[in-house]
């Protein structure tokens, strides 16, 4: 049990220690694939981008995105 916790904390040491610094931004989107559902969900939501450091060098450059 000593030796998986260990391993856990090691495991989180690394993920946090290798995290990239970037921009985040809130935006508000709209979709009108989701207005006036059965569950009354709003047709805007608000939602969280996240830019790497090198898009504010490289704004045209193309970046993989993940949903």
Do not use: C, H
Not at 24 to 38: D, F, P, T
């Amino acid at each position: 049990m000593r030796k998986f916790s260990l391993m856990l904390l090691l495991l989180f040491t690394v993920a946090v220690t290798n995290a990239q610094k970037g921009i985040k931004e809130r935006i508000k989107v709209y979709s009108k694939a989701i207005e006036g559902n059965l569950a009354n969900d709003p047709a805007e939501r608000e939602v969280t981008v996240y830019m790497p450091p090198s898009y504010q060098a490289q704004p045209d450059k193309r970046y993989p995105v993940l949903y």
